[in-house]
């Protein structure tokens, strides 16, 4: 599904790009949503040498959920999944029972309806679909970063086009006029941080690599990008705040090639995008695609990422969810095997683990198998702690809905979870669950179905502020909506 659509949908030559003329919102209360003059840049553009060289490889160290009967296994069925006949050790068996529900794990409820806080034509619901949509709470306001295009299309974003930046209060209301940085070409996804004083913003550009830009607490630049991967194939990246730097992960898609490949990348930069005299880049491999944006989260000892990858069979192909471990230095790593198959998740380190959620259904052409959003927990070693936990989340409407990435963020005693539900047969809309911190749900899985219902194609994201959740979705046609998520 994911990367034969992605092509069909996306890779079409793009023209040269213009600054973005908009305007922002404010929200009222009504489904109108008047604002303030977007505050727009125009930024200088370093030139772009792609360096000589091979890119080192990390091998990769799998042994349960490879489908390889390797020393001390019973059985590799190649997932991670307990009930099937192999458990999650790669013993036979069903596993062990499933643990109980943390009875301090509180639940939450919706607060209200949703609001939009950014209009049709600012938002680009069509490019958000694909991409990452980063929610960022400062600790007195909620931040977020979309790519923007004056062209309306449901199917090829086309410039000119812009990245927007947009402040929220914690009620949702949109602080300011917000701000368009313009860019030379189209952007496949991008990613936002938070340091304490300033933002760390980081993006691709179709055809040039990925770049760095750091934003004061409003959004204003703090001067041009920088060219933090001068590759014309690094797309979507990730990242991570270090003590001193951020951690980066990539994609490198390789649309204008006969390869039939995708590669995983991986390097650190300083707190102001440079790289010289830090680990990477490296590669963590290749894929026959990497079909979601990978995610990457910063640990005690390393880093973990969670990939989605898709692997060609005689038909339709399989999506394959994994976690990786990388070491600090970046030169080695270990991988969980496939945990199943899946359609793209998140991960976070919490407090002396790993927590990685990911949606997961059965890829059988026209399968009515259920759709299960699940959560495994890895040590800092990347060690699996237990089983994964899936919790039924909807059926898969005979084979024709679609589940979205899962996003995650966590607050006291639990996890919450979002993501979308898309149909060819009605329209798009997301859902929440809470977990305790091991992944057994609190309560049953929270639909917006009556809510909001906008295409086939939604975005979601999620921030905890220390009292409460919120939620960001983009939708078609190109609105963007947030949520409060409260405790009960």
């Not at 300033?198 to 993006?203: A, P, S, V």
Request: charged share 20%; with cysteine.
């Amino acid at each position: 599904m994911g990367r034969v659509m992605r092509i069909a949908f996306l890779a079409a030559a793009l023209p040269a790009c213009h600054a973005f003329q908009g305007t922002s919102t404010e929200h009222d209360g009504s489904g109108d949503v008047p604002g303030e003059t977007t505050l727009e840049v125009e930024l200088e553009w370093p030139d772009v040498q792609v360096p000589d060289g091979e890119v080192p490889v990390i091998p990769i160290v799998e042994t349960c959920g490879n489908r390889t009967m390797d020393p001390g296994e019973e059985c590799d069925d190649g997932n991670r999944l307990d009930g099937d006949g192999c458990d999650w050790t790669c013993h036979m068996g069903d596993g062990g029972p499933a643990p109980r529900v943390d009875p301090s794990a509180a639940d939450f409820i919706y607060e209200g309806g949703p609001i939009i806080v950014a209009g049709e034509g600012e938002a680009a619901g069509s490019a958000m679909a694909w991409h990452r949509l980063p929610l960022v709470w400062t600790g007195s306001s909620y931040a977020t970063a979309f790519v923007t295009s004056e062209v309306d299309s449901d199917l090829n974003p086309i410039c000119p086009c812009s990245i927007r930046f947009l402040r929220l209060d914690a009620l949702g209301s949109v602080l300011d006029g917000g701000w368009a940085y313009s860019i030379p070409d189209y952007s496949w996804g991008l990613d936002l941080a938070w340091t304490g004083s300033e933002f760390g913003l980081f993006f691709d550009v179709r055809g040039n690599g990925i770049y760095f830009l750091g934003l004061d607490p409003v959004g204003k630049p703090l001067g041009d990008p920088v060219i933090v991967e001068p590759d014309p194939e690094a797309s979507m990246p990730s990242i991570d705040l270090l003590e001193n730097g951020y951690v980066i992960a990539w994609a490198m898609y390789l649309f204008d090639t006969d390869l039939e490949s995708d590669e995983l990348r991986m390097r650190i930069s300083d707190l102001h995008g440079r790289t010289e005299g830090l680990p990477g880049p490296v590669s963590l491999g290749e894929s026959e695609a990497i079909l979601e944006p990978v995610d990457v989260t910063a640990g005690e000892n390393g880093f973990g990422l969670i990939v989605l990858s898709w692997e060609e069979d005689d038909y339709f192909g399989t999506s394959s969810t994994r976690f990786l471990h990388v070491s600090q230095d970046l030169t080695s790593a270990r991988g969980s095997g496939v945990l199943s198959d899946g359609l793209g998740g998140d991960v976070l380190w919490l407090d002396g683990f790993y927590a990685a959620a990911w949606t997961h259904w059965n890829t059988t052409p026209m399968d009515t198998s259920p759709v299960d959003v699940c959560v495994a927990r890895f040590d800092p070693a990347g060690e699996m702690e237990r089983a994964p936990i899936c919790t039924w989340v909807q059926d898969s409407d005979g084979g024709h809905g679609y589940p979205g990435t899962a996003r995650m963020s966590a607050a006291e005693r639990g996890l919450g979870i979002v993501w979308s539900w898309g149909s060819d047969s009605r329209s798009a809309y997301p859902l929440f669950m809470r977990t305790d911190l091991l992944g057994v749900p609190v309560s049953e899985p929270q639909s917006m179905w009556s809510m909001v219902r906008a295409g086939f194609f939604i975005s979601v994201a999620i921030a905890w502020t220390g009292e409460e959740y919120g939620m960001l979705l983009g939708s078609q046609p190109d609105n963007l909506w947030f949520q409060r998520i409260r405790e009960i």
